[in-house]
């Protein structure tokens, strides 16, 4: 061997050795370049969950927000729905008032009780048809059997007959029904 062989044989393991004598002289630096690859390992999964929660907190704040919106919204449309309500009724009944009003106009010209007779019944038909098409409906009592859900006995009339027994004998006040549910029970007489 010569002299260059072993220079070169002596600095290729004084490399490592610097390589190595570094490492041991600062050995925390070391430990530290190892720390910091497993903490930038942990500290990823922990920024990613906290990030993942603040993204979850922010759409959970947006949808109590939401919420609360839709809440205050509904408030406020029952509110106005409870005020205003009966405007389709009231805008539906007017024309029978207009008719009312006409027919008291000409009940003072007239002295003939039939026209007058003629002008209320034709008003009654038109706020019958009137309320008819708002869902209101006469509970028919005619010749109806007793029923609790619809009607209400003010009378037991005594002495009718097994055919007359538990049937509506005479009505005397009117009950009515709106789409289905009974607003006013048929005050009714009932044989026994």
């Not at 190892?34 to 942990?42: T, Y």
């Not at 538990?166 to 789409?179: A, F, S």
Request: charge should be negative.
């Amino acid at each position: 061997m010569n002299i260059e062989d072993e220079e070169t044989l002596n600095e290729a393991p004084v490399e490592e050795t610097d390589n190595q004598a570094e490492e041991s002289e600062n050995p925390e630096n070391a430990e530290n370049s190892e720390n910091a690859e497993e903490s930038s390992e942990e500290q990823d999964p922990l920024e990613k969950a906290l990030t993942e929660n603040a993204e979850l907190k922010d759409k959970w704040l947006r949808s109590v927000a939401e919420f609360e919106n839709y809440r205050k919204r509904t408030l406020k449309e029952r509110a106005e729905l409870i005020l205003n309500g009966g405007e389709k009724f009231i805008t539906a009944i007017l024309p029978v008032l207009d008719d009312m009003e006409r027919a008291i106009e000409n009940g003072a010209k007239t002295d003939d009780p039939a026209v007058l007779r003629e002008g209320m019944e034709l008003i009654y038909q038109k706020f019958m048809k009137t309320l008819e098409a708002q869902g209101v409906n006469k509970i028919e009592t005619e010749n109806a059997d007793f029923d609790t859900d619809v009607h209400e006995a003010v009378a037991m009339v005594p002495g009718m007959g097994d055919d007359k027994k538990g049937k509506v004998i005479d009505c005397l006040q009117q009950g009515y029904k709106l789409n289905d549910k009974v607003i006013r029970h048929a005050k009714v007489a009932v044989g026994q």
